[in-house]
């Protein structure tokens, strides 16, 4: 047991140092630290995907690092292999393909499959840390860049983040937001974000969250005067996973809110999300994607689209969706939003 305590120590070390001055993304590092699994599988035959293959045995810990397990007791792995299977009697919680998809008007199920707010699915999903030889280089696409906000953060000025946006921005299911409370503690993207910003420059960053839960970007724009009065040096604006709208629409109601931002706040750069998509089982995955197309078209100087989209589809070839969700149908696990913050910074991130 201490040798893999010691192990798994080590690698979130590592991982420290490749994330510090370098701010290394996790599809460039070369050590993982914390990927998800939530294990399933028929008895007997329950087992989970890495993202890249690992070049000695992984680390497992329960989510809130209270325990670590043990190879060949609890859990097995095959050289180059992506692959992690469960004992018979392994400790690391999972669940059946039926427990995973109860049906319609059962226990913790949402349109039959299963769900849950709170630390639900965070309690469930198991932490893998390993090393790689390993990297993904195209699975984020290129972000552009804000040239302006990037001068300003190597001054001495304040810099103030505004983003506004719907539950996932609010940062439902991040360990650290208070509606989930589990250990880790990990903020929300937003808050990663700004964090990531304050501790590479040189000047002080301050975040105002105006992230609602259940909002569309045409509440969005009735709340423009509140993101005005803030005097932003970058908004951030993400909403998509509640609009019940046609791609035209929900372009026309970001380029009012674009319109009108900058009109009041000339001085102002803005981004604008495209996100993760929602579990297939629930509904049609291909609203989201639509929506990435549509602010694809209303970029401009000054205004770049932050594609989460992309990678999160990306990603999904290789994890499952409850390996990625904190709910299993339309939030990001901590992982998630460890995503939606790093592909955020890599348009500050190049100096």
């Not at 951030?236 to 629409?249: L, T």
């Not at 579990?279 to 609203?287: E, F, I, L, M, Y």
């Amino acid at each position: 047991m201490k040798a893999f305590f010691c192990i798994a120590i080590f690698l979130n070390i590592v991982a420290v140092a490749d994330t510090g001055t370098n701010r290394t993304p996790l599809w460039l590092a070369k050590n993982m630290v914390n990927e998800p699994i939530l294990f399933t599988g028929e008895e007997g035959n329950r087992s989970g995907r890495l993202i890249f293959t690992p070049d000695s045995m992984p680390v497992l810990t329960r989510a809130d690092g209270s325990i670590v397990y043990e190879a060949g007791k609890d859990y097995t792995w095959e050289k180059d292999s992506r692959t992690i299977r469960l004992t018979a009697h392994s400790r690391i919680p999972s669940k059946t393909p039926l427990e995973m998809r109860p049906g319609p008007g059962k226990p913790r199920s949402l349109g039959g499959v299963l769900h849950s707010e709170g630390r639900f699915f965070h309690d469930l999903q198991t932490l893998v840390s390993y090393s790689h030889n390993q990297s993904w280089p195209d699975l984020v696409n290129a972000q552009g860049t804000l040239p302006r906000s990037l001068k300003k953060l190597r001054s001495n000025e304040p810099f103030q983040v505004v983003t506004l946006g719907d539950s996932i921005t609010e940062g439902y299911n991040a360990s650290g937001f208070t509606k989930t409370q589990a250990p880790r503690n990990q903020p929300a993207y937003a808050e990663g974000f700004a964090r990531l910003l304050d501790e590479t420059f040189p000047t002080q960053v301050t975040l105002s969250n105006f992230g609602v839960a259940g909002r569309t970007a045409g509440w969005g724009l009735k709340q423009l005067d509140r993101v005005i009065a803030e005097k932003p040096d970058l908004v951030i604006i993400a909403f998509g996973m509640n609009d019940s709208v046609s791609s035209e629409q929900f372009q026309k109601t970001n380029l009012e809110i674009l319109t009108h931002l900058q009109k009041e706040i000339p001085q102002a750069d803005m981004i604008f999300v495209s996100g993760m998509n929602n579990n297939p089982d629930w509904r049609d995955p291909t609203k989201i994607p639509g929506f990435r197309e549509a602010l694809k078209s209303i970029t401009r100087p000054n205004v770049i689209l932050a594609d989460i989209t992309t990678p999160w589809e990306k990603l999904l070839t290789r994890k499952n969706f409850a390996d990625l969700s904190g709910n299993n149908v339309n939030h990001p696990n901590d992982f998630g939003h460890r995503l939606y913050a790093e592909v955020l910074f890599t348009i500050f991130g190049k100096t």
